[in-house]
């Protein structure tokens, strides 16, 4: 799965105009090479997730996001709700429901998988609910043992 910015070209060339666009009103603002650059980059860096390709993993353990920066492991038992939306489903770790919650989230977005995704989510959060996941967990443990004997 990937975020939305990286499977949809048309958002990935409207972002780079808005990033020149940016620069070029910055420097007419300024008329200073350096005052631009430095918002430009700033712009990068605070989007840089839009960019950088990321792997998910959803498991019995939980969410695990592998990219050539690493790998991070958020388990189950931290993520606080979950919304359905048109491409995906979005993982709070918040129950805080404000406009800023997003910045706490992950964004599973995949509009082709999205019935599957959304039923893993349900799975795994209802069994956490149930308070279930530690036997989710091994069964989990014991298929792979079972399938490493095996093979």
Known sequence: MRLPIRDDHIAQGTTVLLLIALAFLTYSGTVAVWVSLVVVLACLTATWKMFVPVRIDLGPRGIIQNSFLGSRKTPWREIARFEPHEQGVILYLTQDDSPLAGFASIDLACRSLK?????????????????????????????????????
């Open 115 to 151: 019935p599957e995704v959304e039923a893993i989510v349900r799975f795994y959060m209802e069994s956490r609910r149930l308070r279930t996941g530690s036997s989710i967990v091994k069964m989990a443990d014991d298929i792979s043992k079972s399938k490493s004997a095996a093979g």
